[in-house]
């Protein structure tokens, strides 16, 4: 018998655990480029959905600005309404204290003018009737 064989070449461990490696190697090399696309797919589909609500949000911040400046501008008109509301009720009070006084500093003008027409008169009617009585004593002397 001959030393050759007819049947297939047996291959050897390091060839098959070759070929074992190769098969992982391609298998992992497809998914990983499977998970790449679904990962792009998938980034493509966030992107759109976040560019869609991002601008609903733009309208609804500028909204919000909006209401809160006019928040702030009622606000500053109800303050400054205030303001002047109680600037006239000053004003108003103080020139009613003015009046009040300047009506108090009159009566009391009359009051003493009178006062002092009265004592006027009162002296002057002393001074006369010392007068005469004075001319009549000197008529007296002189006689």
Not at 2 to 23: L, Y
Not at 57 to 76: E, F, G, L, M, P
Request: charged share 40%; glycine share 2%; hydrophobic share 40%.
């Amino acid at each position: 018998m001959s030393t050759n064989s007819t049947g297939p070449e047996e291959k050897g461990f390091f060839e098959r655990v070759k070929e074992t490696i190769e098969e992982f190697w391609d298998g992992t090399k497809e998914k990983a480029e499977d998970i790449k696309d679904a990962a792009e797919d998938k980034f493509e589909d966030v992107k759109k959905a976040v560019t869609a609500k991002k601008a609903p949000a733009k309208r609804k911040i500028t909204a919000a600005k909006r209401a809160t400046s006019n928040k702030a501008a009622d606000a500053t008109t109800q303050a400054k309404a205030t303001v002047a509301k109680v600037k006239a009720k000053a004003k108003k009070a103080a020139a009613d204290v003015k009046a009040k006084a300047e009506a108090k500093v009159k009566t009391v003008a009359a009051k003493a003018k009178a006062e002092t027409a009265a004592v006027k008169k009162a002296a002057a009617a002393k001074t006369t009737k010392a007068k005469t009585a004075v001319a009549k004593k000197k008529a007296v002397v002189a006689h």
